[in-house]
């Protein structure tokens, strides 16, 4: 499934559900911050603040977004159960899968930072076409080490449950580039 977004389609209330769907959506993920103190969210604040950010808070940078499934079978009977297939794309970083980013046009040929699994840091890329920034859980938990440490506003929005556009679009950012690079 694609998602485009940069002609600000809102993909969600196309579907007429709203967010009602996503009661199945349970449990925490645990995020250590550089205090050493563990932070548990749950995981329907990672869902929220990726809609928050696709719906308008990252349209501006973003052309289109996608998914990656899970590739275990039990982690795609989870997200099947979850969600329907307009949700997949943001609960898949919470069961093992990608969302998948595309910058948008008017940034092509902006050099990002990308964080690279395999080597464990951040490499620079060119954006283009078919370049795609991967999110899924490891770089949700680097996005919000990442608002922590650089953003603290931001992550007491989170915090305390109070989360706008602009905090979804600073956490997605961070979660892509682990640091805000538009807005």
Same mark, same amino acid.
């Given at each position: *499934?694609?998602?485009?977004?940069?002609? %600000?389609?809102? =993909?969600?209330?196309?579907?007429?559900? %709203?967010?009602?769907?996503?009661?199945?959506?349970?449990?925490?993920?645990?995020?250590?911050?550089?205090?050493?103190?563990?932070?548990?969210?749950?995981?329907?604040?990672? =869902?929220?603040?990726?809609?928050?950010?696709?719906?308008? %808070?990252?349209?501006?940078?973003?052309?289109?977004?996608?998914?990656?499934?899970?590739?275990? +079978?039990? +982690?795609?009977?989870? *997200?099947?159960?979850?969600?329907?297939?307009? =949700?997949?794309?943001?609960?898949?970083?919470?069961?093992?899968?990608?969302? *998948?980013i595309e910058i948008? #046009?008017?940034?092509?040929?902006?050099?990002?930072? #990308?964080?690279?699994?395999?080597?464990?840091?951040y490499e620079n890329?060119?954006?283009?076409?078919?370049? *795609?920034?991967?999110?899924?859980?490891?770089?949700? #938990? /680097?996005?919000?080490?990442?608002?922590?440490?650089?953003?603290?506003?931001?992550? &007491? &929005?989170?915090? /305390?449950?109070?989360?706008?556009?602009?905090?979804?679009?600073?956490?997605?950012?961070?979660?892509?580039? %682990?640091?805000?690079?538009?807005?």
């Amino acid at each position: *499934m694609v998602w485009n977004l940069g002609n %600000g389609n809102d =993909f969600l209330k196309d579907t007429g559900k %709203g967010y009602s769907n996503m009661t199945n959506v349970s449990g925490n993920m645990n995020v250590e911050i550089e205090t050493s103190k563990t932070w548990a969210f749950e995981k329907k604040s990672f =869902f929220y603040l990726l809609a928050g950010a696709l719906e308008g %808070g990252s349209n501006y940078w973003i052309e289109r977004a996608s998914f990656k499934p899970p590739e275990s +079978d039990e +982690d795609k009977a989870l *997200m099947e159960k979850a969600a329907d297939d307009i =949700f997949k794309g943001l609960i898949a970083p919470l069961y093992g899968g990608d969302l *998948m980013i595309e910058i948008c #046009r008017d940034f092509e040929g902006d050099v990002l930072p #990308r964080y690279n699994r395999s080597l464990g840091k951040y490499e620079n890329v060119e954006s283009s076409e078919n370049v *795609m920034w991967s999110v899924g859980e490891e770089e949700l #938990r /680097r996005g919000v080490q990442a608002m922590a440490k650089k953003y603290p506003r931001h992550f &007491d &929005d989170l915090v /305390r449950k109070n989360e706008d556009a602009n905090t979804s679009d600073c956490f997605l950012q961070c979660c892509c580039f %682990g640091e805000m690079v538009y807005g």
